[in-house]
């Protein structure tokens, strides 16, 4: 006899960050919710990104005062009670990087003078770094630096924990249908198992297009934009910041623990966006170059580089350009969304909780369905590494 359908109030697709967060969300507010994820936990963007909080430093530097720049500029404030256990979700589990970014400027101090007085893009005006107590690489370069309070977290120890709150509501599988009506949508997974929900909700980050065709809506909604970040492991000093020039972050560094005792540096910024049209061979060298102005005292002996393209999936700006807060789009019982930013995922995910029903506790995920785990971090994969001394001319 076949099996009879589940029903929900809403099925999650994707256990990225916007997955997890609102399957936290719609639970809270007490709907019935499942999340099913194709793979592992966050591959794609969120194990891939930085793990950076961000608070509005590019708007403080371009000096906009929007609704984009006062939206994000809470969201440190936000992150941060919920890394230390005082707001739900509970995130005091996840591993930090950082508690704050340094900002330096590569050439000249203008744009550092006007950052300090950025009080208005800024929940929290930056502070000037004491000289004497800088982050190592940072002690001999001149002129000031500044700290912002942007934490920087872990984000396979962030999914890890979101995972451990709903261990029983998570699926690993693939959709093979998606059924929409104007009660709710019918997901049918490849094995035959349906659940019914009043609504489907897809978070897959790129898998969205193709989730959304299996849907029949359309894939234009949504825009991808590459980029090819930049590793370095080795004897590296613990760095978490963005070196800026003119009005920009230029270079955005973040410091890891890898393989045996080594640091892992994660390397975003002009040089990422560049190297989206690049070999990766031509990337790292104009990553080590970058990273030679930014950090002239910083010794890159015994150090290996490698990189990894990364696409962001975002809905798609009328004007192809890029957008700054979350994107969400209804159609009818199926929800599409993209957060944007990791550290916009909570607003996406509040909007999404605000439209499901509370149909009380959801039934477990069958304990003999296979569960989700987070995926590795990019330098835990299989990939090249290329030692400094062959990648850059002496
Ligand atoms: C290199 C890089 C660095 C970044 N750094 C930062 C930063 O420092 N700070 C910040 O705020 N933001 C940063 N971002 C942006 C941020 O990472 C993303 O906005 C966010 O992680 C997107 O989360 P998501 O859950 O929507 O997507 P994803 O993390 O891509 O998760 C989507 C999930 O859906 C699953 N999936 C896909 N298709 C299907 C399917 N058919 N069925 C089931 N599951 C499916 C995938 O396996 C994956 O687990 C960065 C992005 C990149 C690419």
Known sequence: MARPPIELDALIVGGGVAGLMTLDAIHRRGGRAWLIERDALGRGQTVWSQGIIHGGLKYALGGSTGAAARAVSDMPARWRAMLDGDREPNLSAVQMRADRCAVWAAAGARSMAGLLGAKLALRTRPRRWPDDARP???????????SVAEPVLEPTSLLQTLAHHHAGRLLRGEVAGIDASPDGAAVTLQGGLVIRA??????????????????????????TRPLRMVLARGPLPILNGHCIRGTSPWLTITTAAGDGGE????????????????????TIRRAISDVRDALPSTDLAGTSW??????????AA?????????????DGR???????????????????????????????????LPSPVPAPPPWMENRTWTPVHSAAPA
């Open 306 to 315: 490698s990189t990894y393209e990364a696409p962001r999936a975002e809905r």
């Open 136 to 146: 190592q690489p940072l002690q001999g370069i001149p002129g000031m630096v500044l």
């Open 318 to 330: 009328s004007d192809g350009g890029r957008p700054d807060q979350p994107g969400l789009i209804q």
């Open 334 to 368: 199926v929800l599409t969304g993209w957060p944007t930013k990791l550290a916009l995922a909570p607003i996406l995910a509040d909007s999404i909780a605000a439209l499901i029903p509370s149909g009380g506790e959801a039934p477990p995920v069958d304990e003999q």
């Open 263 to 282: 640091r892992v540096w994660q390397i975003g910024g002009e040089v990422a966006e560049w190297g989206a049209g690049e070999t990766a061979a031509a």
């Open 198 to 223: 009043a609504y489907a909700v897809l978070l897959a980050g790129e898998g969205n297009g193709q989730l959304r065709q299996l849907a029949g809506l359309s894939e234009a909604a949504m825009q």
